[in-house]
């Protein structure tokens, strides 16, 4: 597995973490959020007319991509009418920046990458953006801290994207607030996929009600965590 060009590695000055694998970050999305969650297979199965995924750390948006280059590729008749997709970050980037550290997936991402450029906000002024994607999507960027920013959701979430930086480089982002929102904000069986396995945030979920498991991460990452919410079976 080689590495990507070093000038595409992207290193977060807040965190000094980098943003997505060092080997292929859309190769990496696909196989922890999408395979992670159970996507599209799920979607195939949901009976509801709306699936709403919430994503911890937005970024470059790599993950957004990843998951709407997947939804287009699906049979309309083999998954909901439309999708939501929430996304909280604290340090917001600009269009041109994430043009430039994205250019590498150019060919694979193709038609969505350039609609996502379209949309992705020039100006980054507004707290919240609520953004119309394609015909049936929509993309809620929420730009702020998600512990200050998750406890005023209100949308029930179907699928968690849980992508901060390493909880070691980034403790607040895999805290207690987040976790008990994500079980008051879970429908039922709603799924979960983050890249880490961290023991404090597998117990931390397993508090508030997610049944968590181990399985292969990407590349050589030995373990990563998914999960099924169940909070509300065991409440019944
Ligand atoms: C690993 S990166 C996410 C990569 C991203 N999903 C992508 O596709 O580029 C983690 C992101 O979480 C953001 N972040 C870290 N702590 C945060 C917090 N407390 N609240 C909101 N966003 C946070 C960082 O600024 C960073 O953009």
Redesign the pocket.
């Known amino acids: 597995m080689n590495d990507l060009p070093r000038a595409l590695i992207l290193k977060?000055e807040?965190?000094d973490?980098v943003?997505?694998s060092v080997h292929d970050?859309l190769a990496e999305?696909r196989h922890v959020f999408l395979q992670g969650n159970n996507l599209p297979e799920r979607l195939e199965a949901f009976e509801q007319e709306s699936f709403t995924i919430c994503?911890?750390?937005?970024?470059?948006?790599?993950?957004f991509l990843s998951f709407w280059q997947m939804w287009k590729a699906q049979k309309e008749e083999n998954r909901p009418k439309r999708f939501k997709y929430i996304s909280?970050?604290?340090?917001p980037l600009t269009n041109e920046f994430i043009k430039e550290n994205l250019s590498y997936w150019e060919e694979s991402l193709g038609e969505v990458l350039k609609q996502y450029l379209d949309i992705y906000p020039a100006g980054l002024n507004q707290k919240k953006y609520i953004l119309p994607v394609g015909e049936d999507g929509e993309l809620i960027l929420v730009f702020?801290?998600?512990?200050e920013e998750m406890p005023k959701l209100q949308d029930k979430v179907d699928c968690w994207f849980l992508?901060?930086?390493k909880p070691s480089c980034?403790p607040?982002?895999w805290s207690e607030t987040v976790f008990q929102n994500m079980a008051r904000l879970s429908n039922s069986d709603a799924s979960f996929a983050t890249f880490t396995a961290a023991g404090f945030v597998r117990r931390g979920l397993e508090r508030v009600g997610f049944d968590v498991r181990k399985v292969k991460g990407y590349g050589r990452k030995r373990e990563m965590c998914i999960g099924t919410y169940k909070g509300r079976w065991s409440c019944a």
């Open positions: 977060s807040h965190y973490d943003y997505f970050g999305s994503e911890t750390g937005f970024g470059t948006g790599l993950n909280f970050e604290k340090y702020g801290d998600v512990n992508d901060g930086f980034n607040d982002m």
